[in-house]
């Protein structure tokens, strides 16, 4: 019977430790998969994944070493049980954290199979050191904002001082950073 796979790969600005962390613990797994976590890690233990509205993954752990994580769905709708996840941790020339994800032994690319992939595809996306991302609780908005009530909000910003992974110590150093629109800070 063929056996089909869904393929990812990231590169993370993040220290090794805390990406391997990300998936190896469960504060870790609760930062990025978007679901309700419960379990142990290490080898030979379940993790649950319940997404809300949706369904419960139990994901064996096979391998947990410094450079592969690798589970197995033990529990799963449709044909996700007795599927196999491997994350591979490298390193890029420039020092990120090059983490490749498979996730194999599917026996079609029909119904979940798609559904899947976009997940995945989503959650590698979160797998993001949380400096990077931040929130500020309780931030007053303008009074004069139609958008707001003029009372206190909650803005998400991210580290402008990182992008296209290149470290800026300003924001004026950022090329091209005059060509956004920035009324806040016009002068």
């Excluded at 870790?28 to 997404?51: D, R």
């Excluded at 950022?174 to 002068?187: K, S």
Aim: with cysteine; net charge negative.
């Amino acid at each position: 019977m063929p056996s089909h796979s869904l393929r990812h790969a990231v590169n993370i600005s993040a220290d090794h430790a805390k990406v391997h962390s990300a998936l190896t613990t469960l504060d870790g797994l609760k930062n990025w998969t978007m679901a309700e976590v419960s379990g142990a890690g290490g080898v030979g233990g379940k993790w649950s994944l319940k997404y809300p509205g949706g369904p419960t993954f139990v994901w064996e752990v096979t391998a947990a070493d410094d450079h592969k994580v690798a589970w197995k769905c033990v529990q799963g709708p449709g044909d996700s049980a007795g599927t196999t996840v491997t994350f591979d941790l490298g390193k890029t020339q420039q020092g990120r954290v090059h983490l490749t994800f498979d996730h194999a032994g599917w026996p079609h690319q029909e119904g979940n199979f798609a559904k899947c992939n976009s997940l995945w595809g989503m959650m590698m996306h979160h797998l993001k050191p949380s400096e990077d991302v931040f929130v500020v609780d309780r931030t007053a908005t303008a009074p004069l904002d139609p958008y707001t009530d003029g009372g206190y909000s909650s803005s998400v910003g991210i580290d402008a001082t990182q992008p296209f992974g290149v470290e800026f110590p300003e924001v004026a150093e950022v090329p091209g950073w005059r060509e956004f629109d920035l009324p806040e800070i016009a002068n």
